[in-house]
C-alpha cells in the first residue's frame, strides 16, 4: 500500500498566524486529498489535488506529484479551524490511506 | 439535502457479541466505502462498494468483519464475536458517479467493546 506521513503532528497557533502542513506519499498516486476533522469528528473534504496548486478561500494547497508530496497552507487562522487535518492518497478512486494526520489547536 | 447518516451514532457491546451498524449514503451515490478510525490515528479502509457489488475488500481485518448493500444503498456493517481491539468509530462515505474524489462522510459510529 501506499505510506503517508504527515508533520507536524501537532501544531498551536494563534489566532492570524499562518501555518504550512506537508504530507509524504510513498509512491505515484492519482488521487490526493485534504480532510479536515473537526472536534466532533465530522470529515470534510477540503481539495482534491493529485497535483498543482488550488485555493478556497484562506485555505491553498499544492502538490508536487513527481517528489511525492503536498502542502495545505492555512492563512490567517481561525478558531474554527482547529482539528485534524489528513492528507489520503490513492491509486485510483476507490482504496484511500491516510495518514495519522496534523492535530491544530487555534487559540484566541 | 441530507447528508450521510449513520446509525447507531454509539455502541456499547461486551466481547463476543456481534454488532451491526448501518450506513445510508446521500441518496443517488453510487460509490460507498466504509473505514475504521482508531483514536488518535487516520481512517483506515476496510471495503468499497459500487451499487451493490463489493468491489474490494481487502481492508475488513477478519472473516468477523462483514459488510454488504444488497439493494446498492444503505450499506450494513456486520461485526460477529466483537473483540476489544475492535473498538473504534467506524465511519462510512458516498460519492457520485465520476467524482468519487468528492467523498462525503458520514459522523462515524463508535463502537466501544468492553
Known amino acids: 500500500g501506499i505510506q503517508v506521513e504527515q508533520s507536524p503532528p501537532d501544531l498551536i497557533l494563534q489566532e492570524g498566524a499562518n501555518s504550512t502542513l506537508r504530507c509524504n506519499f510513498s509512491d505515484s498516486v492519482n488521487n490526493l486529498q485534504w480532510f479536515h476533522q473537526n472536534p466532533w469528528g465530522q470529515l470534510i473534504n477540503l481539495f482534491y489535488?493529485?497535483?498543482g496548486t488550488k485555493q478556497n478561500g484562506r485555505l491553498s494547497a499544492t502538490t508536487v506529484a513527481t517528489e511525492r508530496y503536498s502542502l495545505l497552507y492555512i492563512s490567517s487562522s481561525q478558531t474554527t479551524d482547529s482539528g485534524v487535518y489528513f492528507c489520503a492518497a490513492a491509486y485510483n478512486f476507490n482504496k484511500f490511506y491516510f495518514g495519522s494526520g496534523t492535530k491544530l489547536n487555534v487559540k484566541p | 439535502g441530507a447528508g450521510v447518516s449513520q446509525s447507531p451514532r454509539y455502541k456499547v457491546a461486551k466481547r463476543g457479541q456481534d454488532v451491526a451498524l448501518r450506513c445510508d449514503p446521500i441518496s443517488g451515490h453510487v460509490s460507498l466505502f466504509w473505514y475504521q478510525q482508531a483514536l488518535g490515528q487516520g481512517p483506515e479502509f476496510l471495503t468499497y462498494?459500487?451499487?451493490?457489488?463489493?468491489?474490494?475488500k481487502s481492508g475488513l481485518p477478519s472473516d468477523r468483519f462483514f459488510a454488504e448493500r444488497p439493494e446498492g444503498s444503505v450499506s450494513t456493517l456486520k461485526i460477529q464475536r466483537t473483540q476489544q481491539e475492535d473498538s473504534a468509530v467506524y465511519l462510512c462515505?458516498?460519492?457520485?458517479?465520476?467524482?468519487?474524489?468528492?467523498?462525503?462522510f458520514g459522523p462515524g459510529t463508535r463502537l466501544t467493546v468492553t
Open positions: 462515505a458516498s460519492s457520485p458517479v465520476g467524482q468519487a474524489y468528492e467523498q462525503y
Open positions: 489535488i493529485p497535483s
Open positions: 462498494f459500487q451499487n451493490e457489488a463489493q468491489l474490494d
